[in-house]
């Protein structure tokens, strides 16, 4: 049976993948970035592997895609409040490859293990977003707008490989961290920055990728918020 709490509700089964995107590398902005950020949609079964979508391409491996970042997920929803603050777009405009609605950052929690079509996913974090959002729609501030939004998305590793398609359902079936919504974890690494009880329990948590549960660790031990700017806004250093 599902771990819940009375804090965080299931996942209802009705929430269904809305359209998959797959993407090849493509020039992105002036420079010409090589970048997969550009996805198509796809239709049919799609085999997943435990790097993501089969044919899905990332141009900085380093930062994007692996096992750990294997498929991104992007609520539609979130669309519709862009379009408030002025901005014009549509899925797959932030490079997602999973697109629904009715399953948000603050539905889902960090660990939630769903079956989808005949593959097991994980929740595994949540995106940083980074300097490739400013060349995708051409603002120097999006991936900032991003992060202070809150309005991410996540990534999915891979337990089980398997086929996916438009129509199959998220069902879950477990829930390791009912007090862990991502929502929560983002709140804790943009806002409350250095809550160091918090920053503890978060570098704990052995479902978190690696990655985040050390720059939990950094910031406990260093007691400072690691520079942003670099991520955010600095393309010519990645």
Request: include cysteine; glycine fraction near 8%.
């Amino acid at each position: 049976m599902p771990n819940s709490s009375p804090a965080r509700k299931l996942v209802p089964t009705e929430v269904a993948i809305d359209t998959l995107f797959i993407g090849k590398l493509a020039p992105l902005g002036p420079r010409g970035v090589p970048s997969g950020i550009a996805k198509k949609r796809m239709s049919g079964p799609q085999h997943v592997t435990l790097t993501g979508l089969e044919g899905d391409q990332q141009g900085d491996t380093r930062h994007h895609g692996g096992p750990e970042k294997a498929l991104h997920h992007y609520p539609h929803e979130h669309y519709s409040a862009w379009l408030d603050d002025g901005l014009v777009a549509d899925a797959p405009g932030f490079g997602e490859n999973i697109s629904t609605e009715g399953m948000t950052e603050a539905d889902i929690c960090i660990g939630d293990i769903y079956r989808l079509g005949s593959t097991m996913l994980q929740v595994s974090q949540g995106r940083q977003p980074c300097w490739r959002l400013n060349a995708r729609f051409g603002r120097p501030d999006m991936a900032y707008l991003v992060q202070k939004t809150a309005r991410t998305g996540w990534y999915y590793r891979v337990l089980e490989e398997g086929e996916v398609e438009a129509g199959d359902h998220f069902h879950l079936q477990q829930r390791p961290q009912p007090e862990w919504p991502l929502s929560r974890v983002i709140d804790l690494l943009y806002t409350r920055t250095l809550d160091m009880d918090a920053l503890q329990e978060l570098s704990e948590l052995p479902e978190l990728a690696t990655s985040w549960r050390d720059l939990a660790a950094r910031r406990i031990t260093t007691r400072t918020v690691e520079d942003w700017d670099r991520r955010l806004r600095d393309s010519h250093q990645q």
